[in-house]
């Protein structure tokens, strides 16, 4: 079993930036997952946001690259999503999500709202 508890959310202007956090904890090594964070936008569907895996190789939405970064640090069991140039598009709840052994896990979700 994994749990996930995602941080960071927020309001900030067109132009700003955030950084979520999603901590998590478990009976299995953080190292072994995949970690991925995902949004979904009021009436569309979850979609893919970035990935991150084992070995730190990383992929990307087309709408987010160049503006955002995905990242882990094993020892301190958290994925990190910086988050820059932000816009109105972005606004979404933002979810955490970890794969191991077939099988995915999901935080609570974070608000990330974009407004002047």
């Known amino acids: 079993q994994v749990q996930l508890v995602e941080s960071g959310g927020g309001l900030v202007q067109p132009g700003g930036s955030l950084r979520l956090s999603c901590a998590a904890s478990g009976s299995i090594s953080f190292s072994y997952y995949v970690m991925g964070w995902y949004r979904q936008a009021p009436g569309k569907q979850r979609e893919l946001v970035a990935k991150?895996?084992?070995?730190?190789?990383?992929n990307y939405a087309d709408s987010v690259k160049g503006r955002f970064t995905v990242s882990r640090d094993n020892a301190k069991n958290t994925a990190f999503l910086q988050m820059d140039s932000l816009n109105a598009e972005d606004t979404a709840v933002y979810y955490c999500?970890?794969?191991?052994?077939?099988?995915?896990?999901w935080g609570q979700g974070t608000q990330v709202t974009i407004s002047s």
């Open positions: 991150i895996s084992r070995t730190g190789s990383t």
């Open positions: 999500n970890a794969f191991i052994a077939g099988i995915d896990y």
